[in-house]
């Protein structure tokens, strides 16, 4: 299911004429808590780039489950209770992490930093209240973390229906020639 959505995904970036590339594993090094360095490999789902700007973008469907919920975030998630949900976030949890996947994609792909825009793409939110919070809270990230766009299933849908409008004209165009 999930492969189904990013490919539904990829077609909304693809309407804003960014030539996308399916999932990338950027490498960045940081500290373990005994503070050796380690290098690991962090996956993006999808990247989408065009003259003016570089997209890293997480999708996350959760079709069929309860939804993405407050407790992925670290500061808006109930610090009583564990969470292993944050490590699906990595790229909008870590500082270390955001900026060293950001770095590598700068280098790999020769993008300055401040022409890379970070996303996520949700098809299911475990409710409204929970999409707003989480959408607030990447949009105006604590201290250390760059800014996100959060796009639900709504957003996309729309930016994909607007592909399929425009293909839909031009097929009809070129089948009356």
């Known amino acids: ?15 804003e004429d960014l030539i996308v590339s399916g999932n990338l594993k950027f490498f960045v090094r940081r500290r373990t808590k005994n503070r050796q ?29 309860k939804g993405v919920g407050e407790q992925g975030f670290d500061g808006i998630d109930d610090p009583l209770k564990s969470s292993k949900e944050q490590e699906l976030y990595k790229m909008f949890n870590y500082p270390d ?19 890379i ?21 990447l949009l105006n990230p604590p201290e250390g973390l760059r800014p996100a766009k ?11 229906l607007a592909v399929l409008n ?4 031009s097929m009809t165009q070129w089948y009356r020639h």
């Open 37 to 65: 360095l380690q290098t690991h490999g962090y996956d993006v789902d999808l990247v989408g780039a065009r003259r003016d700007k570089l997209v890293l973008a997480s999708v996350k469907s959760f079709f069929g489950s």
């Open 166 to 169: 425009k293909r839909h004209i």
């Open 117 to 137: 825009e970070l996303r996520l793409y949700v098809g299911r939110f475990k409710n409204a209240r929970a999409q707003k919070i989480i959408t607030e809270h």
């Open 97 to 115: 992490v955001q900026e060293g996947i950001i770095k590598e994609a700068s280098r790999q792909f020769g993008y300055t930093e401040d022409l």
């Open 1 to 15: 299911m999930s492969e189904g959505f990013e490919q539904f995904v990829k077609v909304a970036l693809e309407a």
């Open 150 to 160: 959060v796009f639900g299933i709504e957003e996309i849908a729309e930016l994909v």
